[in-house]
């Protein structure tokens, strides 16, 4: 089975700094896809960027960018230059070893919020 | 492009009723998820399905029951409402690929936030 584990409940973070959310993973598979959602007070879940388990590079999407390190099993995500509109929870999760159908395992959040 | 569409978005039931939540997408999909978020918590997975007429058990499967009949639609039977089912509901579809590693993503729908009370 798989577990994800985000250790940050909540961040109070500068605008304009940088951010690290932490989360680490345990599986026993040997191929899987880390994935980062953000949730904003709306509600909705916003897909920020994914990691495949054998991508040698980090992955990036703008602003975000995933400091995977597979010895560790840990997939941080990483937001550079916060601004206010990032202040939302983020979930850290893996895709299922079902061949993916079982769809996604997530972990319990972390609350980020972004200080003036 | 409506993507996934759930269906109420909010919903009041007395305990001892029954309600279904409605999930519809129209991205051709053959991986379908509900998911309930409690307060302050991830994401976990009720039921899913792989393709029409065909379910299986997530993680949190009791009290809830689905149905696959197409490939648009899954929807999510609440018997029996309990004050437990208390939650925010997300239905989700995704793409079937031979690769575990390709992103194939996931589309959530909006949720249904249900009380029972």
């Known amino acids: 089975a798989q577990k994800i584990t985000q250790t940050q409940p909540g961040m109070f973070v500068q605008e304009k700094e940088a951010v690290t959310l932490d989360c680490t993973y345990d599986?026993?598979?040997?191929?899987?896809?880390l994935f980062w959602y953000k949730q904003p007070s709306s509600g909705e879940m916003i897909f920020l960027i994914y990691?495949?388990?054998?991508?040698?590079q980090n992955a990036t999407e703008g602003r975000y960018s995933l400091n995977f390190q597979k010895a560790r099993k840990s997939a941080n995500l990483v937001i550079s230059a916060s601004q206010l509109g990032d202040s939302a929870m983020y979930f850290c999760a893996m895709r299922g070893g079902g061949g993916g159908a079982d769809g996604l395992t997530f972990g319990k959040g972390t609350h980020l919020i972004i200080q003036p | 492009n409506a993507g996934v569409t759930q269906t109420p978005k909010f919903r009041i039931l007395k305990i001892g009723q029954s309600m279904t939540l409605q999930c519809t997408q129209d991205?051709?999909?053959?991986?379908m998820y509900w998911y309930r978020q409690d307060p302050g918590m991830g994401l976990k997975l009720i039921y899913y399905?792989?393709?029409?007429?065909?379910?299986d058990k997530g993680e949190v499967p009791n009290g809830y029951n689905v149905s696959r009949s197409t490939t648009e639609d899954f929807p999510l039977r609440l018997e029996l409402a309990a004050p437990s089912q208390t939650s925010v509901y997300f239905c989700?579809?995704?793409?079937?690929?031979?690769?575990?590693?390709?992103?194939?993503?996931?589309?959530f729908g909006s949720g249904t936030r249900l009380t029972v009370v």
């Open positions: 990691q495949g388990s054998y991508d040698e």
């Open positions: 989700a579809s995704s793409y079937y690929g031979a690769s575990l590693e390709a992103n194939y993503g996931y589309t």
């Open positions: 399905s792989v393709g029409a007429g065909i379910t």
């Open positions: 991205m051709n999909h053959n991986y």
């Open positions: 599986t026993s598979d040997q191929s899987y896809g």
